[in-house]
């Protein structure tokens, strides 16, 4: 009794067909984590980008407030030195006046 051949391919090609198979199985599960760690990535990127535009926000509104104050200071400080000068005038007007 003689044994038929039900595979008529060589054994290297099934060997590789069969490797070929594996690797793509692997692939497909390396895929899938870069896709899990890469939208937990994207998840944290978003939420520090978030928090930054918060914080930048806040640091914002501190500058906006400090230099409203210095905005202040520096006009009362003009309008201190305007006022000494109108008032210099006027005293030294006054002397003219009162002994001319």
């Known amino acids: ?15 590789f ?10 692939r497909a599960e390396r895929l899938r984590q870069i896709e899990v760690i890469e939208s937990a990535y ?5 939420h520090k980008k978030e928090e930054w535009g918060h914080e930048l926000e806040k640091l914002k509104g501190q500058v906006d407030s400090k230099r409203q104050v210095l905005t ?3 006009l009362s400080a003009q309008l201190e030195h305007f006022l000494s000068q109108v008032l210099g ?4 007007l006054s ?3 009162g002994s001319g």
Do not use: Q
């Open 1 to 15: 009794m003689r044994l038929k051949l039900k595979v008529d391919d060589l054994l290297s090609s099934f060997a």
């Open 89 to 92: 005038c006027l005293a030294g």
């Open 72 to 74: 202040l200071v520096h």
């Open 95 to 97: 002397d003219e006046n």
């Open 42 to 46: 994207t998840r944290a990127l978003e």
């Open 17 to 26: 067909k069969f490797s070929l198979r594996r690797y793509n199985k692997e």
